[in-house]
C-alpha cells in the first residue's frame, strides 16, 4: 500500500447501530421543509415589492442571508451570498466585499476551486480551469471572468464531475460512493489499551475533478485488478470526506474484506510530505531511488495491486500462500509474543530477519532462528531485541535472498504489490525490474497473467486470450504483441 496503509493494519469489522443517527437527521430535514413551506407567502410577498431574494436553508448556512434587486436593478445588500455561494461584485472584478487584494484570488473563486479540486487562473477577461493530473496541470475549460461566468462554471463543473463519475463507473464496472453514504469506522489506537478503537463511519465525499482523473488513470494501468469476480459486488471507490485516523499517513488505501479502495482527503499534503521527507515517516509505496510514488494515479496502482492478490488467491484472510513466500523469500512464523502470524524475511546467511523499531527510532531488521530465537552478530541466542544483529533497511535489501523491486518489502503483500505496480506502470518501470530484479519480474508476470487469464479467459488451444504489453496496457494474445514483449525483454537482459 503506497504511501498508503501497511497490509497488516486491514480494518477489523465492526457492527454499528446508526437507527439514532438516523432519526435525527430525518427529523432535521423535516424541520426545514416545514420551515420553508410557512415562509414561501412572506418570501412572495417581499419579491413584489424589493426584487429577488434568496433564502439559504442548506445546513450550515447564516439564516436568510440574501441579495436583494430593487427595480431599478441596484442591489440593496450587495456582496452577500447567492445560491451558489458566490459572489457577483467579487467575481466581475470589484473585490471590495470579498476582502481580496489585487493579485489575490477573491473568495468565491476560492470556493469554487476547494469544491472541485481545480486551480482558476484569470487571463485577460477569462477565467481559465485547470485539474492536476499526474503531476501536471491539464486546462479543462474557460469561462468570462464574471460572476456569471462562475456561476455557469459552477454548473459545468458538477456537470464533468457526474458525467465522470458514471464513465468510470460503466467501463471499469466499479460503484464510486456517493457524497454521504457511510464508509469505514474511523480509527484511534489506545495507547493504554494497546489496541484500535473505532468510531462512526466516515462519510464519503463528491470526488474532484482532478481526483477522477488520477483514478481513470490508476484503472486504465490496474486492470482487470478493479473487478472482484461478483458482479453484484463491484469495487467500491470512496473518496474520505475525513482522515481515517488523526496520524494515519495513507494517501489511498485497500480493504481487502470490504473490497473497497479509499482515498484520503489530505492525499495531496500526504504526498508532498513524503516527498519532501524522501518517503520517511510515510509507509510505502516506494520507488526505486527510495522515494514515495511520483501522483496519486501511481499510490492507486500499487492499491489496485493488492486487489490482485486477492483475485489470483495469493492472499486469503490476511495469510499469504506458501508458495508465493518461497518465490519472494519469506518465512511464516507464529509470533507468541504478538500472537499472531509475521513473516520474516530470508537472508544470504541463513537466517530470516524480523521488522521493528531500531536503536536510533528507525525501521531495523533483527536477526532470528527458524524458530524465532534473537541470534547475535556472533550467532549466540539472545532474549534480549537489543543485542540481536540488526539491518537498517537498505542493508536488509542487499542481504535478502530475493531482493525486492524497491525498499518498501515490509510485508510480502507489500512486496509483491510493489513488483506488479512496476510491472503495470509503463515500460521505464517494467525495464528497470526486468533487468534488476529477474526473478521478481518472473513471478509478477506470472500472477499477473493468471488474474487476467481468470477474467478474460483462454483460447481453447489452453493459450491465453489477452496479454498485458510493456506500456501497462492489455491487448490481443496475438503474434505481434508476443514480439513486442519479448523484443523489450531481451533488450534488457
Given at each position: ?413 507489500e512486496t509483491m504489490a510493489e513488483a506488479l505496480t512496476d510491472l503495470r506502470l509503463g515500460e521505464e518501470s517494467r525495464g528497470r525490474i526486468a533487468r534488476n530484479n529477474p526473478s521478481i519480474y518472473e513471478v509478477a508476470k506470472k500472477y499477473d497473467q493468471q488474474e487476467i487469464d481468470k477474467f478474460y479467459g483462454k483460447k481453447s488451444d489452453g493459450s491465453s486470450k489477452f496479454v498485458r504489453l510493456p506500456d501497462g496496457r492489455i491487448a490481443e494474445n496475438s503474434a505481434a504483441s508476443r514480439k513486442k514483449i519479448a523484443d523489450f525483454e531481451n533488450a534488457r537482459r
Amino acid at each position: 500500500m503506497t504511501t498508503s496503509r501497511t497490509f497488516e493494519q486491514a480494518f477489523e469489522t465492526t457492527a454499528r447501530d446508526e437507527e439514532q443517527k438516523e432519526t435525527q437527521e430525518k427529523l432535521l430535514a423535516d424541520s426545514r421543509g416545514k420551515l420553508r413551506q410557512d415562509t414561501t407567502a412572506a418570501q412572495k410577498a417581499v419579491n413584489d415589492k424589493f426584487g429577488s431574494l434568496t433564502i439559504d436553508f442548506s445546513p450550515g448556512a447564516d439564516n436568510f442571508k440574501f441579495q436583494g434587486i430593487n427595480r431599478a436593478g441596484t442591489s440593496d445588500s450587495a456582496g452577500v451570498k447567492d445560491r451558489n455561494g458566490s459572489n457577483d461584485r467579487a467575481a466581475s472584478g470589484d473585490k471590495s466585499d470579498d476582502k481580496a487584494r489585487p493579485g489575490e484570488k477573491s473568495e468565491a473563486l476560492k470556493r469554487l476551486e476547494e469544491k472541485y479540486g481545480v486551480d482558476v487562473r484569470t487571463n485577460g477577461n477569462r477565467y481559465e480551469y485547470y485539474a492536476k493530473v499526474d503531476g501536471k496541470d491539464k486546462l479543462m475549460f474557460v469561462s468570462d471572468a464574471s460572476g456569471e461566468g462562475l456561476r455557469q462554471s459552477d454548473r459545468q463543473l458538477k456537470e464533468m464531475v457526474e458525467k465522470r463519475t458514471k464513465e468510470l463507473e460503466d467501463k471499469y464496472k466499479i460503484k464510486i460512493m456517493k457524497e454521504g453514504e457511510r464508509t469505514v469506522p474511523e480509527e484511534r489506537f489506545d495507547e493504554k489499551a494497546n489496541r484500535m478503537r473505532f468510531g462512526d463511519k466516515i462519510p464519503a465525499r463528491s470526488p474532484k475533478l482532478g481526483e477522477l482523473e488520477e483514478l481513470a488513470k490508476a484503472l486504465e494501468k490496474s486492470q482487470p485488478s478493479n473487478l472482484t469476480g461478483d458482479p453484484k459486488n463491484p469495487m467500491k471507490v470512496a473518496f474520505l470526506s475525513k482522515p481515517l485516523s488523526k496520524d494515519d499517513p495513507a494517501a489511498a488505501f485497500f480493504d481487502p474484506h470490504r473490497r473497497m479502495m479509499m482515498i484520503s482527503p489530505n492525499h495531496e499534503k500526504i504526498l508532498s510530505e513524503a516527498h519532501r521527507h524522501n518517503g520517511k515517516g510515510c509507509c510505502g509505496g516506494k520507488s526505486e531511488d527510495g522515494g514515495p510514488r511520483k501522483s496519486l494515479s501511481e499510490v492507486l496502482v500499487h492499491e489496485f495491486a493488492h486487489n490482485a492478490q486477492s483475485n489470483t488467491g495469493v492472499e486469503k484472510n490476511g495469510h499469504m500462500s506458501a508458495k508465493l513466500m518461497d518465490e519472494l523469500g519469506y518465512a511464516e512464523r507464529y509470533d507468541k509474543e504478538q500472537r499472531r502470524t509475521v513473516y520474516d524475511a530470508k537472508a544470504k546467511d541463513g537466517y530470516q530477519y524480523s521488522i521493528g523499531p531500531g536503536k536510533d527510532g528507525e525501521k531495523a531488521w533483527f536477526r532470528r532462528d527458524k524458530d524465532g530465537n534473537y541470534i547475535t552478530s556472533n550467532g549466540e541466542k539472545t532474549s534480549d531485541p537489543r543485542k540481536a544483529q540488526q539491518l537498517n533497511n537498505e542493508e536488509m535489501r542487499e542481504k535478502m535472498l530475493v531482493k525486492p523491486t524497491t525498499p518498501y518489502f515490509d510485508h510480502p503483500a507489500e512486496t509483491m504489490a510493489e513488483a506488479l505496480t512496476d510491472l503495470r506502470l509503463g515500460e521505464e518501470s517494467r525495464g528497470r525490474i526486468a533487468r534488476n530484479n529477474p526473478s521478481i519480474y518472473e513471478v509478477a508476470k506470472k500472477y499477473d497473467q493468471q488474474e487476467i487469464d481468470k477474467f478474460y479467459g483462454k483460447k481453447s488451444d489452453g493459450s491465453s486470450k489477452f496479454v498485458r504489453l510493456p506500456d501497462g496496457r492489455i491487448a490481443e494474445n496475438s503474434a505481434a504483441s508476443r514480439k513486442k514483449i519479448a523484443d523489450f525483454e531481451n533488450a534488457r537482459r
